[in-house]
T-cell receptor, first 111, second 112 residues
Framework: DSGVTQTPKHLITATGQRVTLRCSPR?????VYWYQQSLDQGLQFLIQ???????AKGNILERFSAQQFPDLHSELNLSSLELGDSALYFC??????????FGPGTRLTVL | GENVEQHPSTLSVQEGDSAVIKCTYS??????FPWYKQELGKRPQLIID?????GEKKDQRIAVTLNKTAKHFSLHITETQPEDSAVYFC???????????FGKGTRLHILP
């Protein structure tokens, strides 16, 4: 157990819908990262927050947004969902530019 | 932009043999190079990392080498065992940045 929690574990929804994925970082970690992992694909970095502020942006679509709250938990919002958005979404946290601890992931299926 | 290339994408080795996975990076400011292992259906987990002031680091059967001049680094697994079967990701992080750029991964199969 990495200490990073993600909910829900599985999510099944329809095209055009909107979903919210939630992540709680390890105690004391200020940085939260979001990644997308499609089938047989690598880890695509989406976005990073540090202590409530956006720190870095990767290949995140305009339909996707995220935020980090004062209690440091983070949410990833995915809207106007398409079939191609089906993937495993990981959240990770770190205390700085070193090891990232990954959560168990949320598997999103868009039908 | 920043990029990390990883080869091969798939690797099969006989149990007991060695496995080598290679990565190159584009950002010369990169100074932290972690390797993650992801078993089927599980989260990625750090197995070893190296910083730019070190050329090699070992941890039991796992070693990582770094060539800053050539901008490449490699993972070496010796005496491979069935539990080494997984997807391995290399990554690079730049000075002053928390963002880590991952390679596309290598699926390692250990053959009996």
């Amino acid at each position: 157990d990495s200490g990073v929690t993600q909910t829900p574990k599985h999510l099944i929804t329809a095209t055009g819908q909107r979903v919210t994925l939630r992540c709680s970082p390890r105690s004391g970690d200020l940085s939260v990262y979001w990644y997308q992992q499609s089938l047989d694909q690598g880890l695509q970095f989406l976005i990073q927050y540090y202590n409530g502020e956006e720190r870095a942006k990767g290949n995140i679509l305009e339909r996707f947004s995220a935020q980090q709250f004062p209690d440091l938990h983070s949410e990833l919002n995915l809207s106007s969902l398409e079939l191609g958005d089906s993937a495993l979404y990981f959240c990770a946290s770190s205390a700085g530019p070193r090891e990232q601890f990954f959560g168990p992931g949320t598997r999103l299926t868009v039908l | 932009g920043e990029n990390v290339e990883q080869h091969p994408s798939t690797l099969s080795v006989q149990e007991g043999d060695s496995a080598v996975i290679k990565c190159t990076y584009s950002d010369s400011a990169s100074n932290y190079f972690p390797w993650y292992k992801q078993e089927l259906g599980k989260r990625p987990q750090l197995i070893i990392d190296i910083r730019s002031n070190v050329g090699e680091k070992k941890d039991q059967r796992i070693a990582v080498t770094l060539n800053k001049t050539a901008k490449h680094f490699s993972l070496h697994i010796t005496e491979t065992q069935p539990e080494d079967s997984a997807v391995y990701f290399c990554a690079a992080s730049s000075i002053g940045q928390d963002k880590i750029i991952f390679g596309k991964g290598t699926r390692l199969h250990i053959l009996p």
